[in-house]
């Protein structure tokens, strides 16, 4: 029986191999990828859903983790050559959706960081990045950040803290707490400290920020002078 019949009858149930599941790429086997990347050759244009099982059978590994190399491959092979990444080609080669191929890439050479600076941020980067999450993670869903941070090429850490930057979100860190108060005691008013820390942030959540710092200040200095703070 020719090995693609034997493939589509196989039932992976009644198997006494485990399959392997290979969630990361850095788990595979050296020998592992190729044998993917020869057998998938086989196949004449864009692989069908029916065609990746044969695949996975063929690898004994899981579906998605099959997909998941493959991208990966087709993802390299454009970076590699061109310095950017069109998920259209990507997608076309794997025979899954563009997001499918951005939540399933795990290559991240070259990608940029984003950290908050307000003398170079951009909000046509910002507004890109949201258009994105909106189109594909609409509420309830939740937002799958390795797919935003492969379309925006950008480091995932860094896109997930800018999210929440341009939510109004702020975590307040000593250091952001001792930024606020070097910047209001040099006068700054609190709308423009906002800016100095956020695109988004408020003037009121910066206040607060600053009042808790005070009150504290206030509440630990009578046991530092070793005597009792009357309310």
């Not at 990444?85 to 951005?102: F, H, I």
Request: proline fraction near 5%; glycine fraction near 4%.
């Amino acid at each position: 029986m020719p090995l693609m019949e034997c493939l589509d009858l196989f039932d992976v149930s009644l198997s006494s191999v485990p399959v392997r599941s290979l969630p990361k790429f850095m788990d595979w086997l050296p020998d592992d990828f190729p044998l993917l990347k020869g057998f998938v050759q086989q196949f004449p244009g864009t692989l069908t859903a029916d065609e990746w099982r044969l695949v996975s059978a063929f690898m004994n590994i899981k579906l998605a983790g099959c997909v998941m190399a493959y991208s990966i491959h087709a993802v390299k092979k454009q970076y590699t050559q061109n310095q950017s990444v069109d998920w259209a080609r990507v997608s076309e080669s794997v025979g899954l959706s563009e997001r499918e191929c951005l939540e399933a890439n795990q290559f991240g050479d070259g990608k940029a960081w984003w950290i908050y600076d307000p003398n170079t941020f951009s909000w046509d980067m910002a507004n890109r990045m949201t258009a994105f999450i909106q189109t594909n993670y609409p509420r309830p869903l939740p937002v799958n950040y390795t797919a935003v941070s492969n379309y925006m090429w950008i480091e995932r850490d860094d896109c997930i803290k800018m999210a929440g930057l341009l939510r109004g979100e702020m975590t307040w860190t000593k250091d952001a707490v001792a930024k606020v108060v070097e910047l209001r005691n040099q006068g700054m008013m609190y709308k423009d400290i906002a800016r100095q820390l956020s695109p988004n942030l408020t003037a009121e959540k910066v206040s607060y920020a600053y009042l808790a710092h005070i009150f504290m200040q206030l509440h630990t200095l009578p046991t530092k002078l070793g005597c009792k703070l009357r309310m």
